[in-house]
């Protein structure tokens, strides 16, 4: 006997529908015949662990599974459900997968949302998906050696030769995406730059090297088509002589559909929305912008159906030129019906946009190397502050965003027409702000883990599979579905699958969440835990470092037990098990995002301080007796606006309970609370003529009338369902991109208690240390400071009880002092202790990089030599720069040195001396005191 709800049952016929509308033949298990088709969906399929949801079966053998849930299910969980039943055995029924292997193809699904992951990918990560995907495509994943995914992983090293530095750091960039599995990029390249034969590079390599089969080049208009086409027709492959199109088929995409042959589709959204939903445009449209086409008046979103003509997997990568608004606003659910990678080209990329693309801006004009901060700290609070998280944002109008239903998780297009201007408050309650979550879960990857983890040497993670073993962490999430997205984005931020982030919550079920809890204190691969309160109080996870907070605390009593869940002692053994790469556990590091180290913890519960009345107030009032038209006006416009946002399913069930429908309830207040009938109405009902009504009159023919019109809301079902579904209806979901702020890092305590520590060495060490003392107590013409001394200060600091890294010195200064503080280092060269000590021991009033003080030192020695009649010819003043440089990268310059690079490439030590002759030596000597002064 089948045990779901009848909300799983209904679910369970529309994922039928959309099975077979991809070309499955659905199936009971005690009808089965697995040859009815290509691809066949077995409902209720046993395994030796229970019944499967749905087991699929390709060419007669098992190759998925789908755990089906009801409407509104968070998914994020489920996959475990799924993975359970891949790995399950089932009698006499043959698999694609080998004994104890995972079959390949696993979703989730309600009737609303999709989730699905290929276990042969080198890392498996679900992803949302439009559909399912048709039997003949998986049955050619089969066949193939390795996934789309897995073949990524082996391309290449570009070859530079015919390419500039711009778009060799754009398919890097791209390339590297690509390899992580994250879904979108966005490459921004100036016009002129040459992002088609970017574009077309990137193309052929993924075409060869990836054996991609099919591309879709998405363009802007038509003639931008014809170029682009031009553009594939004219490239040269590399190291082979012929064209692109000699070795494979380019088109534009016309009546006639996307051929299986094609490798490269070019296409206008206008045209591949046409061809979608079957409808027909004329050739014309295309030709237009579609900047032009969204601002044209009365413009509707784009809402496309599954297409078996073209399925979800029709393409492998879908390349979007000139990437503006009107792709996510017109057309997003055009491009979100692909399952595909997105990478979008744009000149001049806006927070929308970086925003819809999840921020990965892959490249732009020149490729920057991240600084990774290597600090040695203690235990203390890490503050990370967004844009949005302080301040909120505001929804420019005419921007189309998604609204989501809370209770379904179902999602529509809606076009605002006013600015939607939201506060931080409101951020995972009525707004949902995707690109908060992943910009904290970056800054805590990016800046929090290397500054608070240094000897962990975050510089290696490009390939090792656990990060080089993130120290286990715990989040503390708002709700169960707040636990869901940041979790997705984890995964995707840490380039991680399931395995390394997972939620513990209620909603999981308590035996799966203590499984899981269970798993978090041993598995050295689990790294990252998110949580709403299951292990907010009580739970001992002793090799926990981080705690992070992504939800606010109001209970002083409550914060104190959820930071204790990091304060638990372990040996350095048992921790080096789970975290291989940990010396010891010494501290752990609290990680605010919200604010939650800075707010009033009180016991006591917040007053109303709202002056209008809510809706449940109103509500209250009119089953209380209150019969003013005023109420009852409010009353019914309010009740309107609330049906306009309600689903289908909603309306009924606040038809069963009110016994009408809600239209109709607001419809009779509203009518009969106009003017001009309740004035018909007095004057009948008191014989005065309009004139001569007082208010007093109008209210009391009026209310026998409310009596009757609020009989419904003496029910109080009524009013706790009106008040749950206006309160969690739906939630505007803002996509752009968030920032981090200034405030991201140590709070000022820990800023003030690191250059306490600094002074302290320098008082402790400055008669000991020869660096230190020449820099002290002798005049700018001796103060010759060797390499070797610099190095012998930075191995002293380094040790106990000091444990100072110069560049978070400079970082706390830079926040205590910021006028003062003239910019950070590029790098962490040992000279720039040279202007951290002249700073600490008030020799100059300025901190700012040895490289600049070098450089501005050496103009004013120039300009000196020139007053007193030295010129210097064009040669002597390119030597002159070298050695500059070299005392700035080393602090001194040496005859020795004219034997290195860069000197002795032109002449070395002999040259130096035809060029300067008996004043070489009197030169160096100079340059070495004045130009660190």
């Given amino acids: ?104 193809f696993l979703y989730e699904a309600t009737n609303v949302e999709i989730r699905f992951r290929d276990e042969r990918d080198p890392i498996p990560r679900s992803r949302f ?38 778009q060799i750091d754009a398919i890097n960039g791209i390339e590297n995406s690509l390899k992580q599995a994250k879904p979108r990029a966005l490459l921004q390249m100036a016009t002129g730059a040459g992002k088609t034969f970017t574009a077309v590079t990137q193309v052929y390599r993924l075409a060869k090297f990836a054996k991609a089969k099919r591309i879709l080049f998405l363009v802007d208009r038509g003639n931008l088509g014809r170029q682009a086409k031009a553009e594939f027709e004219n490239y040269t492959v590399p190291n082979d002589g012929r064209k692109f199109t000699s070795l494979y088929n380019v088109k534009q995409l016309g009546a006639a559909g996307v051929g299986d042959d094609i490798k490269v589709t070019i296409s206008t959204i206008q045209r591949l929305y046409s061809q979608l939903s079957g409808k027909e445009m004329d050739d014309e449209t295309e030709e237009h912008s579609t900047y032009e086409i969204e601002s044209a008046p009365n413009q509707k979103v784009r809402e496309v159906s599954y297409n078996p003509a073209i399925p979800i997997e029709q393409f492998d990568l879908i390349i979007i030129d000139e990437c503006h608004r009107s792709i996510y606003n017109l057309w997003r659910q055009v491009i979100d019906y692909f399952d595909a990678f997105l990478i979008g080209l744009t000149a001049t990329p806006t927070k929308k946009t970086i925003g819809f693309f999840g921020q990965n801006l892959v490249s732009e004009y020149t490729h920057e190397d991240a600084i990774i901060d290597k600090v040695n700290v ?193 040996d350095a053994d048992a921790l080096q098990k789970v975290t291989p790469d940990a010396v010891a556990k010494t501290r752990f590091v609290l990680v605010d995002a919200v604010g939650v180290t800075e707010t009033d913890k009180t016991e006591s519960k917040s007053l109303e301080s709202k002056p209008s009345v809510s809706t449940f107030k109103l509500m209250e009032q009119v089953a209380r007796g209150d019969r003013h038209l005023d109420t009852l006006r409010s009353l019914g416009n309010r009740l309107m606006r609330l049906d306009i946002k309600l689903s289908d399913k909603q309306r009924q ?17 509203i009518h009969a609370t106009n003017e001009d009938t309740l004035i018909q109405n007095a004057v009948i009902a ?159 009033n300025e901190l700012e990089p040895f490289e600049n003080t070098v450089n501005k030192n050496y103009q004013v020695w120039l300009n000196q030599m020139q007053q007193t009649g030295t010129a210097f010819n064009a040669e002597q003043l390119d030597w002159l720069n070298k050695i500059k440089d070299q005392i700035a990268q080393n602090a001194e310059m040496t005859l020795d040195d004219f034997e290195y690079t860069p000197f002795n490439q032109d002449g070395g030590l002999i040259k130096a001396r035809q060029l300067f002759g008996q004043d070489l030596n009197k030169i160096i000597q100079e340059l070495n005191g004045y130009l660190i002064a």
């Fill in 653 to 669: 069930r606040v038809s069963q309970v009110a016994g009408k429908p809600l239209a109709l309830l607001a419809g009779e207040l």
């Fill in 129 to 166: 998906v439009f559909h399912f995907h048709k039997p003949e495509t998986l049955h050619e994943w089969l066949q193939e050696e390795q996934t789309f995914r897995a073949r990524l992983q082996n391309l290449p090293e570009l070859d530079p030769a015919g390419l500039r530095d711009c």
């Fill in 378 to 570: 203690g235990y203390d609070i890490y503050r990370i502050k967004t844009k949005k998280s302080e301040e909120g944002d505001t929804i420019e109008a005419g921007t189309t965003v998604q609204v989501r239903d809370k209770l379904t998780k179902a999602k529509r297009l809606q076009k605002l027409d006013e600015d939607e201007t939201y506060q931080a408050t409101q951020i995972d309650r009525s707004v949902i702000a995707p690109n908060q979550i992943r910009t904290i879960i970056q800054g805590f990857k990016d800046r929090c883990l290397p500054e608070c983890f240094p000897e962990r040497h975050w510089q290696g993670q490009g390939t090792d599979k656990h990060m080089e073993w993130v120290p286990k962490t715990l989040i503390f999430a708002k709700d169960d579905d707040h636990a869901d997205r940041i979790m997705d984005a984890v995964r995707e931020v840490f380039n991680q699958g399931n395995d390394f982030c997972k939620k513990v919550t209620y909603k999981v079920g308590k035996k799966t969440a203590d499984e899981t809890i269970g798993e978090f204190r041993t598995s050295p691969i689990f790294r990252i835990a998110i949580t709403v309160d299951m292990i907010a109080t009580g739970t001992d996870i002793k090799p926990l470092e981080c705690v992070i907070f992504m939800r606010d605390v109001k209970s002083q009593a409550y914060y104190e037990q959820m930071k204790g869940r990091g304060t638990r002692v372990i």
């Fill in 686 to 844: 008191t014989g005065k003529i309009e004139d001569d009504l007082s208010d007093k009159d109008i209210q009391c023919t009026f209310e026998p009338t409310a009596d009757s019109l609020v009989k419904p809301f003496h029910n109080p079902d009524l009013r706790e369902l009106l008040e749950e579904l206006r309160k969690d209806t739906e939630q505007i979901i803002d996509d752009s991109a968030d920032e981090l702020i200034e405030g991201t890092g140590y709070d000022s305590e820990k800023a003030e208690q690191l250059i306490q520590n600094w002074q302290q060495f320098i008082q402790d060490h400055k008669n000991e240390l020869d660096a230190i003392t020449l820099i002290y107590q002798k005049p700018y013409q001796q103060r010759h400071l060797s390499y070797d001394l610099i190095e012998q200060l930075a191995d002293e600091i380094k040790q106990p009880p000091y444990h100072i890294a110069p560049l978070e010195v400079w970082k706390a200064y830079e926040q205590l002092e910021k006028a003062k503080v003239k910019g950070v280092p590029a790098k962490e060269l040992l000279t720039n202790l040279v202007s951290l000590i002249r700073f600490a021991t008030q020799n100059v």
């Fill in 1 to 104: 006997m089948q045990n779901y709800s009848i909300n799983e049952a209904l679910s369970r016929e529309q994922i039928d529908e959309k099975l077979a509308q991809a070309g499955w033949h659905v199936q009971d298990k005690h009808r089965m015949n697995l040859y009815a088709g290509l691809g066949v969906a077995i409902r209720e399929m046993d395994t030796n662990t229970g019944p499967a949801d749905y087991m699929l079966f390709i060419d007669g053998k098992a190759c998925g599974i789908i755990e089906a849930k009801r409407e509104g299910t968070s998914l994020g969980s489920v996959a475990e459900q799924s993975g359970r039943y891949s790995t399950s055995n089932t009698s006499y029924i043959k698999r694609w997968s080998e004994d104890g292997q995972p079959l390949p």
